[in-house]
């Protein structure tokens, strides 16, 4: 029996994964185009041949391992397979993607590796999907080189078209409009006009591939692969006096800030921290509203400066941003140095994060933790000029030797004034003392607060550090005095022509003899620095400095696929893993971190009832390659501390998810059941603080690719009701935030459209429309929620009266109506089985979805009536009929072929009564169409609040498929 080509390339690609940079990029090069659309190419599969074999490909991934080298594996084929249902998602929407033609093509060395340089003109396409983000060309990203520009994967699949895929392999390669690639076969065979299109970046693919080559450290994936009830006991060769001790410590801190569940989730989560013997891993159980990230920023913030490295991760840029900027307005609010003078520094130098710049939107109070931005700041100190020495001597000079330089100031003026013959401009030695001054004064201060803020307490010195705060205060001070309008230029060079220290008469001005004072303490200062910070090792150099801030950094934080770089450095073990969001990290990502050198104890946050992790292959969902290592440990039993007071959500809002999830363990915070936080924007029943709006007559139809549904109805409902509480707002002081969430990116993109852009830049109104994804985390005063039905949530909202149909309010029915009767709504199922007027052509136009005559059909109009006799269907095609009398079946097929039109969506409605009215129409569509409107919410969405559910109207199930001569079928409009 013969393997399969895919199964035998993937295990040829396991045996050399640790040691290739590109194992997983290779296998997906020896793919062909039918490879990457098979969506059974990894399926598990059973052959025999003598005795029975089975194929490892794709299986259900356990919930406990045997080994290690089981663990690992599970994971192979599911990655490859997710690989590939990326790929192939990514060319079903090829028409859309970022896409440039080729200017130049070279091979580059080491020659026959398929290595080019390409330069392409500029991109087209470059908001990709419509979103926001610029594309721009990354290293990782997988491109489709083809000699044509293609709009869909048939145009690629057309006979003599020749295409290759590529791949960028790392950042130093890539330039505005140019990089270096690697082809998957020869470039060189291909035609001259070649199109560069971009499919997919495969980073974090490639970095899970390696790290589940990478054999790394094992202390804490052995301990989890399979669950006893020796993993939650504390170490008995650890003291529990000094776990008591420490724990009561760090409750002081606490105490005024978590309640008592985030206090003893966090103390209970740190005791284990300080023991070598034996790893740990602990997990935080925080439902939506209940403080999760609060909890985990104090944690973080609390063990700071306790002689332990940590590395906080997270699935999300989005997660670590938010989390990182918690922590470090923590550390600003407790350890800002404040100076006599009010000159305020915060030490960050041990807080570190790096990542991707644009997609972390690091700008603002985190950019003081950026890598690259400290990198910056620390070269202008530290490069090879050695920045800090020189405007430490600088300003010794000038406070040392003012008088000496004015002299030579004047005596250099005095001869250009003779060279040129003219009269010399005497210049104040107070205006040259408050130049001079103020021109050495920029560089130290500068300096100055990037040692303090850049580099960490413990590197400085605490001395040092207070020691340039001081400094700091004293130029301010001496800076000041400059400007006072007391001083006299001639006091000012009498007392400084004097040594300092030295004091003058009494007779002098008294800002003259504060300025005397300053001057000695200064130096004094600076003398002390100069000295003590020598015997400092500063890194030097771009690569020293970086090097030097991961090793100096407390704290760091990064995706997880991001931690994949700390294999590559040689920095300090790191003691301890905290990830935010772990259930929405799947569980092979969190291998990476865990596999550091020195990683001994974990703690995961998170909640495993909120969203997973995003697949797009069905295979890898059914296996359960999604899954999280959080919920695979909660599925087996691990303990986990419970947060169980939620303060986001009214009490009806949580009502449901707390009975339906949480089994009424968690309790509302007394914040959200007072009456204050009982808002109502707009006016009746309705709209209370929590809402279930059913809307009929909307039908849910799939976008061009087919892979998301919008229902235009429902958009109106939406639109409608955030013109009704801007009504209602306008005027108020008070600032409100509208959240509208969509399970599906179609209907997402279709509100957007609708809202355009009339509310995006209203001073304290805000209107976000994102995806259940992209709203993750999210808080907003109102949220609506556009999605189909969930029976659950419908009774619950029945029983406790807060369900609503949508044309009980007049504006909703309104908007109901103007989306039906909107002639340019393709979606409006009046337009699809009406009869409407045409005023510029004076005829009455009907309209019949799907219906083109075929060879052999016959129209009849009668009484008003068209009717339709047809053999067969043909769908996407309208038919536009004048009926405003009697016309003959030439006539009739004449004008069939003259006014026909194509059209997105189709809908067939079988015969039906002229008089049917808009209500019974309602009656008989789809109800699928539902908004929950929350008001006053700050809500994360749980699994299973955007279930839906399938629903086909009893027209759509009487309609056959097929209309065949056989069995004619008979239409009115």
């Not at 006599?340 to 644009?358: A, M, P």
């Not at 109070?365 to 600088?394: M, N, Q, T």
């Not at 924007?681 to 549904?709: T, W």
């Amino acid at each position: 029996m013969e393997r399969s080509v895919a199964s035998s390339s993937v295990s040829s690609h396991k045996k050399k994964g640790k040691g290739s940079e590109s194992g997983l990029v290779d296998l997906v090069f020896s793919w062909s185009l039918q490879d990457i659309r098979n969506e059974d190419l990894y399926k598990s599969k059973v052959c025999f041949f003598l005795t029975k074999i089975a194929w490892h490909k794709v299986e259900k991934i356990p919930l406990s391992f045997q080994s290690v080298s089981h663990y690992l594996g599970s994971y192979y084929f599911p990655l490859v397979e997710e690989t590939r249902a990326e790929l192939s998602s990514a060319m079903e929407l090829i028409s859309r993607a970022p896409y440039a033609q080729v200017i130049s093509l070279e091979e580059s060395k080491p020659y026959g590796t398929s290595l080019y340089k390409l330069n392409v003109d500029s991109w087209k396409n470059k908001h990709n999907g419509g979103g926001k983000e610029t594309y721009r060309t990354l290293p990782g990203d997988i491109f489709i080189i083809i000699d044509a520009k293609v709009e869909s994967v048939s145009d690629i699949e057309h006979p003599g078209r020749t295409w290759t895929l590529a791949w960028v392999p790392n950042l130093t390669n890539v330039e505005e409009n140019g990089m270096k690639v690697k082809a998957a076969k020869n470039i060189g065979t291909l035609s001259k006009k070649l199109y560069v299109i971009f499919l997919k970046n495969i980073t974090t693919n490639n970095r899970l591939w390696k790290s589940l080559h990478l054999n790394g450290n094992m202390n804490i994936i052995k301990p989890i692969l399979c669950i006893d009830s020796k993993v939650d006991e504390i170490c008995d060769r650890c003291s529990l006096y000094g776990n008591a001790m420490w724990a009561e410590k760090l409750s002081s801190r606490l105490s005024s800030t978590l309640n008592d569940s985030q206090k003893e989730a966090v103390l209970t989560s740190l005791r284990k921290l300080n023991c070598d013997h034996k790893s740990s891993v602990e997990l935080i159980w925080g439902p939506p509203g209940t403080g999760k990230t609060k909890t985990v920023s104090m944690l973080l913030w609390s063990i700071l400066g306790m002689n332990c490295r940590i590395l906080s991760c997270a699935p999300t840029n989005i997660a670590i941003f938010e989390l990182a900027t918690r922590v470090v307005k923590l550390l600003k609010e407790s350890s800002r140095v404040n100076s006599t003078r009010g000159i305020s520094i915060c030490s960050l130098g041990n807080v570190l994060i790096f990542g991707n710049e644009d997609r972390l939107k690091v700008k603002g109070e985190l950019e003081e933790i950026f890598v690259d931005y400290r990198i910056d700041r620390l070269a202008h100190c530290f490069g090879p000029s050695a920045h800090w020495k020189h405007s430490i001597a600088s300003m010794v000079d000038t406070l040392e030797n003012c008088v000496f330089h004015y002299r030579v100031f004047l005596e250099n003026e005095l001869n250009k004034a003779e060279e040129a013959k003219q009269k010399m401009n005497k210049k104040s030695f107070l205006q040259f003392m408050k130049e001079r001054f103020n021109a050495s004064a920029v560089s130290l201060e500068r300096c100055i607060r990037i040692i303090c803020t850049h580099i960490p307490k413990n590197f400085i010195l605490e001395s040092n550090f207070q020691g340039m705060i001081h400094l700091l205060d004293l130029l301010d001070s001496f800076k000041s005095l400059l400007s006072r309008d007391d001083l006299i230029s001639e006091g000012l060079h009498r007392i400084f022509s004097q040594p300092a220290g030295v004091q003058d008469s009494p007779n002098s001005f008294t800002s003259a003899v504060t300025l005397q004072c300053i001057r000695t303490q200064s130096l004094s200062v600076l003398r002390n620095l100069q000295c003590s910070l020598a015997k400092l090792k500063f890194p030097s150099g771009i690569a020293e400095i970086r090097k030097f801030c991961f090793q100096q950094a407390s704290l760091i934080f990064c995706t997880s696929s991001s931690s994949f770089k700390l294999h590559q450095m040689k920095v300090e073990p790191i003691n301890l893993l905290v990830i935010d969001e772990a259930a929405q990290m799947k569980e092979c990502e969190s291998t990476i971190p865990l596999q550091l050198p020195g990683m001994r104890h974990a703690i995961l946050i998170g909640d495993e009832y909120q969203l997973p992790a995003t697949l797009q292959s069905k295979l890898c969902n059914e296996a359960g390659f999604g899954r999280s290592l959080f919920e695979r440990l909660s599925m087996l039993g691990h303990s986990k501390h419970l947060l169980n007071m939620q303060y986001r959500m009214h009490p009806f809002i949580s009502c449901f998810p707390n009975s339906k999830i949480y089994h009424n363990q968690i309790l509302d915070a007394s914040s959200v059941r007072s009456n204050q936080y009982t808002k109502q924007y707009l006016p009746g029943p309705m709209f209370g603080p929590y809402s279930f709006i059913n809307i009929y007559g909307g039908r849910e139809v799939q976008d061009e690719a087919g892979y998301s549904r919008r229902n235009m109805v429902e958009v109106g409902v939406v639109v409608k009701l955030i013109q009704n509480i801007y009504k209602a707002w306008n005027g108020s002081k008070e600032k409100l935030s509208i959240g509208v969430i969509s399970p599906y990116a179609s209907q997402v993109t279709a509100i957007r459209e609708k809202l355009g852009r009339k509310f995006e830049n209203i001073q304290g109104f805000l209107v976000e429309v994102k995806t259940i994804d992209g709203f993750q985390g999210g808080e907003d005063d109102i949220v609506i929620i556009s999605l189909s039905i969930w029976e659950d949530v419908v009774r619950d909202a029945k029983d406790r009266g807060c369900l609503f149909n949508a044309d009980e309010d007049k504006d909703l029915a309104k908007a109901i109506l103007e989306v039906k009767e909107d002639p340019h709504n393709g979606d409006g199922i009046l337009f699809k089985c009406s009869r409407w007027k045409n005023s510029k052509k004076n005829v009455e136009v009907l309209v019949a979805a799907p219906a083109l005559l075929a060879e052999g059909s016959t129209c009849r109009n009668k009484n008003g009536i068209l009717s339709l006799e047809a053999d067969s269907l043909s769908s996407n095609k309208l038919m536009q009929l004048p009926a405003s009398r009697e016309m003959s079946d030439e006539e009739l097929k004449d004008n069939i072929a003259t006014t026909e039109v194509r059209l997105e969506r189709l809908h067939l409605v079988p015969d039906m009564d002229p008089s049917f009215n808009t209500h019974n129409l309602q009656k008989e569509t789809c109800k699928t169409a539902n908004v929950g409107m929350a008001s006053q919410s700050k809500m994360n969405d749980s699994r299973g609040n955007t279930t839906s559910k399938k629903c086909t109207t009893k027209d759509e199930r009487e309609i056959p498929k097929k209309v065949g001569t056989a069995e004619q079928r008979k239409f009115r409009v």
